[in-house]
T-cell receptor, first 117, second 109 residues
Framework: GAVVSQHPSRVICKSGTSVKIECRSL??????MFWYRQFPKQSLMLMAT?????????EQGVEKDKFLINHASLTLSTLTVTSAHPEDSSFYIC?????????????FGDGTRLSIL | EDQVTQSPEALRLQEGESSSLNCSYT??????LFWYRQDPGKGPEFLFT???AGEEKEKERLKATLTKKESFLHITAPKPEDSATYLC??????????FGAGTQVVVTP
């Protein structure tokens, strides 16, 4: 069964709206979670690394004020797309690794399809 | 520059027609190489982890192998349910994951 849950699966909203996406690890604690963005027929592009209890680490070119990340507990990270515009429309996916062990695979949520009108 | 390149971009197979997917990589330090399967509109599903050259892993009709420069995912006698996009990812020595663009596999009856 799924070990990472992501919600919602699909969002359609007007330009200027802020959208929050949740990522939960279901049966393990995750000190680190990852947020990716995926365009059609392209690979996953890492946006940021979410660290429990501290600030997220953003990849080059990703606006931290645009994509707010909060990792308030060991099982929950949230990504908020602030004042979303049509160019923010994409497939957003989170992942988490079982903490404390090196070389653990990332387990992914089922993604959130964001469509900004 | 660290790169992960998958080929071919797309692969169309007849049911039962075995084939291989390639993932070549150039990274300064490899902690592990991972294979995932992704169905449309879904997140990637973990398949295998390979850590060192010469290592092989198998699961049903899939077999993954690793050398110092590349990894292969062999699909033996595929079935239509094996249709998906297959992604490889390398984990750098400092922990970051880097994904290839994927190979879209379509298996027809």
């Amino acid at each position: 069964g799924a070990v990472v849950s992501q919600h919602p699966s699909r969002v359609i909203c007007k330009s200027g709206t802020s959208v929050k996406i949740e990522c939960r690890s279901l049966d393990f604690q995750a000190t680190t979670m990852f947020w990716y963005r995926q365009f059609p027929k392209q690979s996953l592009m890492l946006m940021a690394t979410s660290n429990e209890g501290s600030k997220a680490t953003y990849e080059q070119g990703v606006e931290k004020d645009k994509f707010l990340i909060n990792h308030a507990s060991l099982t929950l990270s949230t990504l908020t797309v602030t004042s979303a515009h049509p160019e923010d429309s994409s497939f957003y996916i989170c992942s988490a690794s079982r903490g404390g062990e090196v070389n653990q695979p990332q387990h992914f949520g089922d993604g959130t399809r964001l469509s900004i009108l | 520059e660290d790169q992960v390149t998958q080929s071919p971009e797309a692969l169309r197979l007849q049911e039962g027609e075995s084939s291989s997917l390639n993932c070549s990589y150039t990274v300064s330090g490899l902690r592990g190489l991972f294979w995932y399967r992704q169905d449309p509109g879904k997140g990637p599903e973990f398949l295998f982890t390979l850590y060192s050259a010469g290592e092989e892993k198998e699961k049903e009709r899939l077999k993954a192998t690793l050398t110092k420069k590349e990894s292969f995912l062999h699909i033996t006698a595929p079935k239509p349910e094996d249709s998906a996009t297959y992604l490889c990812a390398v984990q750098h020595s400092w922990g970051k994951f880097q994904f290839g663009a994927g190979t879209q596999v379509v298996v027809t009856p």
